[in-house]
């Protein structure tokens, strides 16, 4: 054998010792996943999330993950949790569709939620609902509208300034010819409270916060936002499909993390969400939930992303009403 046969051999061999000796890599995730909501401890979203996770942790290999719960602030306290741990995987955001609206509503935020994260899966999709009290005399929107339109002093409830609902609130207001003031609340349910008496005479809310008062048949809901009906109402017609343009953004949660962490592990994230998504467990929940879910890429969601916050920020410049 010659020499340089000889030098290449050891060469290798003293390779693969090397590699044998050095630790392996573990595979992601090989300890505690943190996830930050931006809902209270024992509100809808927190309950569900920790149910999603009970469901999703065997998909990774049942690691430890909990819920930490950093409410307040449109969810500018919660995003900015996630900004300050490493880009590794460990904390993940539940974002829902206000961190659409945040770049435009709080004039001087920290960072850009649209840049800063990067979306790994969609958790549900839900359409906004325009309800009013099973009180009120109208059967559908054109009548509501008539009625509306005709009485002084009215009032539309809003879980809080800067959200969806207060937003679409606004719209509902201008673009209907409305006069009703903005009553905005620190709790949703107080909100829907205030609409099941009468005392605001609408408010636009995902349905899933809507499910359960009209199920029991303290509120109506006339027209919902989207491209579609929802299968969960059938007879409710949408915005769009009555002529009114401006009412496709839906609500939704995506779980996000932040930018910068490795492409597999947000992979690995991304197909064990959409695996657990996709099951007869969680399409049942869902039924219960009246939610929808659909796959989404992190592409088809960081233009979504964009294509919201440009929308937002408009309603949110004629409104007038900006953030601290």
């Known amino acids: 054998m010659s020499s340089d ?7 290798a061999g003293a390779a693969a010792l090397a590699a044998a000796a050095a630790p392996a890599r573990a595979a992601w995730p090989d300890r505690t996943i943190r996830v930050v909501v931006s809902s209270a401890p024992g ?8 149910e999603f996770l ?19 602030a449109g969810g500018q306290i919660a995003a900015q949790s996630l900004l300050g ?40 999709i839900a359409p906004v609902g325009l309800a009013v009290p ?26 809080s300034n800067g959200t969806v609902s207060s937003l679409y609130g606004f719209q509902v207001n201008e673009q209907f010819g409305l006069k009703a ?3 905005p609340y620190k709790s949703t349910s107080l909100a829907l409270l205030d609409v099941v008496r009468g005392q605001n005479d609408f408010m636009m809310l995902d349905i899933l916060g809507l499910r359960a008062l009209t199920e029991k048949g303290d509120l109506k809901i006339l027209a919902t936002t989207g491209t579609e009906r929802s299968k969960y109402l059938p007879d409710v017609p949408t915005f769009k499909e009555l002529g009114h343009e401006g009412f496709e953004r839906t609500g939704w949660t ?19 969400i959409n695996k657990t998504n996709a099951s007869a467990e969680w399409e ?23 294509t919201e916050a440009k929308e937002w920020a408009v309603l949110v410049e004629r409104s007038g009403v900006y953030g601290n």
């Not at 046969?5 to 060469?11: S, Y």
């Not at 993940?92 to 569709?97: S, T």
């Open 5 to 11: 046969r000889r030098g290449f051999m050891r060469l």
């Open 43 to 50: 509100d809808g979203v927190d309950l569900r999330t920790r």
């Open 54 to 72: 009970a469901s999703l942790a065997p998909e990774l290999g049942n690691p430890t993950m909990f819920v930490d719960n950093k409410p307040g």
């Open 85 to 124: 741990s490493p880009a590794d995987g460990y904390t993940v955001f539940v974002a829902n569709a206000g961190m659409t609206i945040i770049p435009s509503y709080f004039r001087k935020l920290p960072f850009n939620p649209i840049t800063d994260f990067t979306p790994v899966a969609v958790g549900g």
């Open 134 to 159: 099973a009180s009120n005399p109208a059967r559908n929107l054109k009548e509501w509208l008539e009625w509306a339109r005709k009485r002084p002093g009215l009032n539309y409830g809003a879980s």
């Open 181 to 183: 003031a903005n009553i």
């Open 254 to 272: 995506v779980y996000v993390v932040r930018k910068g962490t490795p492409a597999p592990i947000v992979q690995t994230l991304a197909n064990a």
């Open 284 to 306: 049942r929940k869902r039924e219960e939930l009246w939610s929808v879910w659909k796959p989404l890429s992190t592409a088809e969601l960081e233009q979504q992303f964009r």
